[in-house]
């Protein structure tokens, strides 16, 4: 079975450019999520998706940052205009329970962007 | 203040030594805990849930102590592949959040 897969697995782009973060979650898993985690920092919490529903957006840094899961299958992670901070790896995972029954997130590989 | 504190390490350690460290967490809401292990650039995979009256899976012993809010692991008999980073996460139950750790190296020497 597949894994969560994410892409790209590196970006490199300029301040103020945009750059479009994709995860396709394990089949089946209604629970997805985006992660960050800067150099030298904890992985934080950005948002948390029940099939196509935001359930959590809390983490999100700024408006910048837009989340989508269309139709409750992959989603996309946009940064618009990207700033010298948003620098990191952007880690997707996704669970088919309630995370208060195994506490078991299934993370992808991860997508590390950096800008310039 | 962060929620999971660790203790980065590196804790470099020979091959059959056992190794222990821990992570305090803050927030008292926080009613599960875990530890992850992530490899060098790979993702995080869950290692062991961590249960009030202390568990063990295999080599890999946990403790959680709620009074001082901290969570342990010890390895014993180290091995090679025990290289990683260990990332200690609390689950808040009210928010179904994972609060991570900045986590901690362990390096296993021949």
């Known amino acids: 079975e597949a894994g969560v897969t994410q892409f790209p697995s590196h970006s490199v782009i300029e301040k103020g450019q945009t750059v479009t973060l994709r995860c396709d979650p394990i089949?089946?898993?209604?629970?997805l999520y985006w992660y960050r985690r800067v150099m030298g920092k904890e992985i934080k919490f950005l948002l948390h998706?029940?099939?196509?529903?935001?359930?959590?957006e809390s983490g999100m840094p700024n408006n910048r940052f837009l989340a989508e899961r269309t139709g409750g299958t992959y989603s996309t992670l946009k940064v618009q205009p990207a700033e010298l901070e948003d620098s990191g790896v952007y880690f997707c995972?996704?669970?088919?329970?309630?995370?208060?029954?195994?506490?078991?997130?299934?993370f992808g590989e991860g997508s590390r962007l950096t800008v310039l | 203040r962060k929620e999971v504190e660790q203790d980065p390490g590196p804790f470099n350690v020979p091959e059959g030594a056992t190794v222990a460290f821990n992570c305090t967490y803050s927030n008292s809401a926080s009613q599960s805990f875990f530890w992850y292990r992530q490899d060098c650039r790979k993702e995080p995979k869950l290692l062991m849930s961590?249960?009030?009256s202390g568990n063990e899976d295999g080599r890999f012993t946990a403790q959680l102590n709620r009074a001082s809010q901290y969570i342990s692991l010890l390895i014993r008999d180290s091995k090679l592949s025990d290289s990683a980073t260990y990332l200690c996460v609390a689950l808040t139950l009210n928010n179904y959040k994972l609060s991570f750790g900045a986590g901690t190296t362990v390096t296993v020497r021949a």
């Open positions: 995972a996704s669970s088919q329970r309630d995370l208060g029954l195994t506490g078991e997130l299934f």
């Open positions: 998706f029940v099939k196509e529903s935001k359930q959590d």
């Open positions: 961590v249960y009030s």
């Open positions: 089949s089946g898993h209604d629970n």
